[in-house]
């Protein structure tokens, strides 16, 4: 069975850290591009950043980029986010799915930044 689930989340303040966790099961990672989405309240999903599966090529979203590090564990089958000076509008749900193709979102694991 194909599963993403992810974790991290929480509370900090403008120009905190995060990291978020993407667990794998099976060898997702080495068939499947992986990304990172983010919804806040109203506004629609977006995608911010994603690994392939072969050369672990990145890619990140604008309003991301600089600030959020992709990266992966393949002995760990597991997928980072790195989130370094967040922000206010950094505040939504983030989720963790196929890049391509994406599969059920779940929950999602909750960010929040405020002072």
């Known amino acids: 069975q194909l599963q993403l689930v992810q974790s991290g989340g929480g509370l900090v303040q403008p120009g905190g850290s995060l990291r978020l966790s993407c667990a794998a099961s099976?060898?997702?990672?080495?068939?499947?591009?992986i990304g990172w989405f983010r919804q806040a309240p109203g506004k629609e999903r977006e995608g911010i950043s994603c690994?392939?599966?072969?050369?672990?090529?990145?890619y990140y979203a604008d309003s991301v980029k600089g600030r959020f590090t992709i990266t992966r564990d393949d002995a760990k089958d597991t997928v980072y986010l790195q989130m370094n000076d967040l922000k206010p509008e950094d505040t939504a749900a983030y989720y963790c799915?196929?890049?391509?193709?994406?599969?059920?979102w779940g929950q999602g694991t909750q960010v929040t930044v405020s002072s």
């Open positions: 099976g060898d997702i990672l080495q068939k499947y591009a």
């Open positions: 690994i392939s599966s072969r050369d672990r090529h990145t």
């Open positions: 799915n196929f890049q391509n193709n994406p599969r059920s």
